[in-house]
């Protein structure tokens, strides 16, 4: 067991800590691995006041849920930045709460998030992946971002919540400030911006969720409305934060997994030249370039994990990005490779947690990449990434299409 130099709490009371991993998002992976082989699996990041955990046993150790807690207000390095956010927001999160009530939560959308729900969609998705994709003319330069990733998650959220184009516009808009809230809670700002964007799509979706109660449509929203034990409160905010979610996953997966597919190795050769573009394994390697680089967690219970021994209390941060890439689990972490077997990545997450969402960002990506690659895309200068703490995600990155 390793007992590390950990600084108390209570003796540092005025140093603000940071709550950005020490990365560059462009690669993030090589701090990841040059802070794990020099210290190992579990070590103290100083600067963020908590435990950077980046094995992938310890990862899923945590992700299990037992001994911790997702709620920030547990936290004592984001209680500060929290203090004028509605409290009953927090609780009835269902990315901020555990046990009975995270579950109350879940129970609400459980029947729609089925693989086998899911599959029924299909016919919908392929329908918007056409309309946002093949409209594009070739041989002209376009941001991807813009024009592909964003929309189309945003056009089969909005299809499945039945919302309207004014709606669907809003919660494209309110997204991004509400998912940087969600990913970094310690920044007083951040929270700042992303509450009042929260606010504003709540306000939005009230008045829809109540006609849902009265007015049955064949929809998302109608789905968690029905649901006689959850308050109209809790109904628009677990919508918003399916919505939020699904859109943000899919957009940053599918713009990393462009540049993972059509950047040029050192060897002259692309990835997306030397495998099958309709092979639906291709989705198995989000595990390379999934954009949740690491989820926060509080330590309820005093434990030993990576055998390090942490303290009821102390903040971890679950590196997602590093244990996808763990030596010790995956052979040749850093390779692209379709036909990998082994343990499933952590991309989605894992245990209570797990992404409700995974199998519809799975029929997306797969469907839309589909498309893209059947229209030869090529890369047009150098992406921009988003500076975001805990999220990687394109910015910009230009592209073009060279079929006929």
């Known amino acids: 067991m390793t007992i590390p ?26 701090y990841y691995e040059h802070r794990g082989r020099r210290e190992g699996d579990v070590v103290w990041e100083h600067g963020m006041r908590a435990w950077l955990v980046l094995g992938y046993q310890p990862v899923q150790q945590i992700l299990s849920g037992a001994g911790w807690t997702s709620s920030p207000l547990a936290n004592a390095n984001t209680r500060d930045a929290l203090r004028a956010v509605n409290r009953d927001i927090l609780r009835s999160n269902i990315l901020f709460t555990d046990g009975a009530d995270h579950q109350r939560l879940r129970d609400s959308v459980r029947d729609v998030f089925t693989p086998a729900f899911i599959a029924g969609l299909h016919e919908g998705v392929e329908a918007i992946a056409t309309e946002t994709i093949d409209h594009i003319p070739a041989g002209v330069e376009f941001d991807f971002m813009a024009e592909i990733a964003s929309p189309l998650p945003i056009a089969v959220v909005a299809a499945w919540m039945g919302l309207d184009v004014g709606t669907a516009r809003l919660l494209g808009d309110e997204s991004p400030a509400i998912s940087r809230m969600i990913n970094d809670v310690a920044d007083t700002g951040a929270v700042e911006a992303g509450t009042a964007a929260f606010a504003a799509l709540l306000a939005e979706l009230l008045p829809l969720a109540a006609d849902r109660r009265t007015n049955h449509r064949d929809d998302l929203l ?158 047009c200068g150098d992406p921009t990434w988003r500076d975001t703490p805990t999220i990687r995600g394109l910015l910009c990155m230009r592209a073009m299409f060279e079929d006929d």
């Open 5 to 30: 130099d950990v600084p108390d709490f209570t003796e540092i009371p005025d140093t603000p800590a940071t709550a950005r991993l020490p990365w560059d998002a462009a690669d993030p992976f090589s």
């Open 222 to 379: 109608r789905y968690i409305a029905a649901d006689p034990d959850l308050e109209l409160d809790d109904v628009v905010t677990t919508a918003a934060i399916i919505g939020v979610a699904g859109h943000e996953t899919t957009a940053n997966l599918l713009g990393a997994a462009m540049i993972r597919l059509l950047k040029t190795r050192p060897n002259g050769v692309r990835p997306v030249d030397t495998i099958d573009t309709v092979d639906d394994r291709l989705v198995n390697e989000l595990r390379l370039d999934g954009p949740v680089q690491a989820v926060a967690r509080t330590a309820t219970l005093d434990q030993i994990v990576g055998g390090v021994a942490v303290h009821a209390g102390e903040p971890a941060i679950a590196v997602i990005g590093a244990a996808n890439r763990d030596p010790e689990t995956f052979s040749w972490p850093n390779r692209f490779q379709v036909d990998r077997s082994g343990p499933a990545p952590l991309t989605f997450g894992f245990g209570p947690h797990y992404c409700l969402g995974a199998a519809l960002a799975r029929l997306q990506i797969s469907v839309a990449l589909q498309h893209i690659l059947a229209r030869r895309p090529v890369l």
